[in-house]
Every structure is written in C-alpha cells, then in structure tokens.
C-alpha cells in the first residue's frame, strides 16, 4: 500500500515571492509521482509527472518537482508566483505496475498567493 | 483541448433515495474511473471500468454502488440508498491506456445527502 503526506493545508505567499509545497510519501514498491492542481471551481488537472528518467520534472507554468528517493520525497515548487496560481494543489502516487486505478492522492495543500 | 464533463455539478437528494453521476469521458478513451473527495479529506479510488466491465474497486465500492457507460458516451456511477456519509465531491476520470499516459479529470459533482 502507499501513502501521501501534505503536511501543510494552506501556504499563503506574497506574488513574486518563491513558495515550495511538500510532499512525501510511502510505498514497498516503487511509484509514479503526480502533483494535480484544482482551481475553483474546475477539475483536476495534471501539472506534471514523474514516471522515469530525470528526477528534475517542470511544467509549462514554471513550476518543477524534484523525485528524491532517499527522503522519499516529491516537493513542487516554484521561484515566483503569480495571483493565477492560486489554487489546491494535490500530490499523488501510483505503484509502477498499478495504472491510475492505484493512484493515492494527498489531502491537498491550499495555496494563496497575496497581491 | 478535450475534457471530461459531468453533471450536475452539485446535487442535493434525500437520505434513501437513489443518486445518478454522469460523466461525458473524452472520446477515445478506454478507461475510466470514479473517485470521491469527502469535505477535508484525501481524493479516494472508487472504481475502475475498462472493456465494459469493472477493472477493479476499492473497498469503499460496495454494492451501494454500481457503474455503467450505457450508450458508449457516457459514464455513471449510480448510488441506491444514500446515506448522509455518502457526501462528497465525486470526480470523474478517464485515460487512454493504463499506465504512462495522463488521466484527465472532471470538475466533479459535489452530492449533498440531507
């Protein structure tokens, strides 16, 4: 079984300022790592993925995420927000061989950008 | 840029009765999945349904619960007898294959049992 933890619900920061929301997680085998973004009021939307390869993974709007299996961690983050990034943000795990129908998410953390 | 709909996007029923979920999954994809959000908790799998038949469940799917994709478009996801625990953000999803490629979601259907 895997597990997700977000230890923090709500991160609030300054725009311009750079913000990291955390992510580790558990697991006897070895995983994907997601990070989805919910904005009010929509769905959830994949920001990026790591499957293989490079342990460095970014996302068009500038956020990356950096695999660490040794801390087994995933944090996301990014050097300058934007009041656009305001959103929830939910870190999620799959084992390699499970497909999404294993996927274990977070509780999601709750991220405030202030003008 | 395709998507995932499902509505109603919020739905208030009465303990007891029954509940239908529809999702409208991208067009050329093959598997699909039900997930549920109660109110500050973890986003949970419910089920998944590939070639017309449930790939696989989770503990929480039981036979309170059923799915079906009934016309080849849609996807439902149908609770009998709804219990006030039974509220909570339903999210539809659906992928192309099974692994390494992206599960799109829903905006999901928030149910209110009362």
């Known amino acids: 079984a895997q597990s997700v933890t977000q230890l923090d619900s709500q991160v609030p920061v300054f725009e311009e300022a750079p913000v990291e929301l955390r992510c580790n997680y558990s697991s006897s085998v070895s995983v994907y790592l997601f990070w989805y973004v919910q904005y009010p009021n929509q769905g959830l939307q994949l920001l990026l993925k790591y499957l293989s390869g490079s342990t460095l993974v970014e996302s068009i709007n500038g956020f990356e995420a950096e695999f660490n299996k040794s801390q087994t961690s995933f944090h996301l983050r990014k050097p300058s927000v934007h009041i656009s990034d305001t959103a929830e943000y939910f870190c999620?795990?799959?084992?390699?061989?499970?497909?999404?129908?294993?996927?274990?998410f977070g509780t999601g953390t709750k991220l405030q950008v202030i003008p | 840029e395709p998507e995932v709909t499902q509505t109603p996007s919020h739905q208030v029923t009465q303990m007891g009765q029954e509940v239908i979920l529809r999702c409208v999954p991208i067009?050329?994809?093959?598997?699909f999945y039900w997930y549920r959000q109660i109110l500050g908790q973890k986003v949970e799998f419910l089920v998944s349904?590939?070639?017309?038949?449930?790939?696989?469940k989770s503990e929480i799917f039981d036979d309170q619960f059923s799915v079906e994709r009934p016309d080849g478009s849609n996807f439902t996801l149908k609770i009998r007898s709804t219990k006030l625990e039974d509220s909570a953000m339903y999210f539809c999803?659906?992928?192309?294959?099974?692994?390494?490629?992206?599960?799109?979601f829903g905006q999901g259907t928030r149910l209110t049992v009362v």
């Open positions: 999803a659906s992928s192309y294959g099974r692994v390494n490629t992206e599960a799109f």
């Open positions: 349904f590939y070639n017309n038949e449930i790939s696989e």
């Open positions: 067009s050329n994809h093959l598997y």
């Open positions: 999620a795990v799959s084992p390699h061989s499970g497909g999404y129908q294993k996927v274990t």
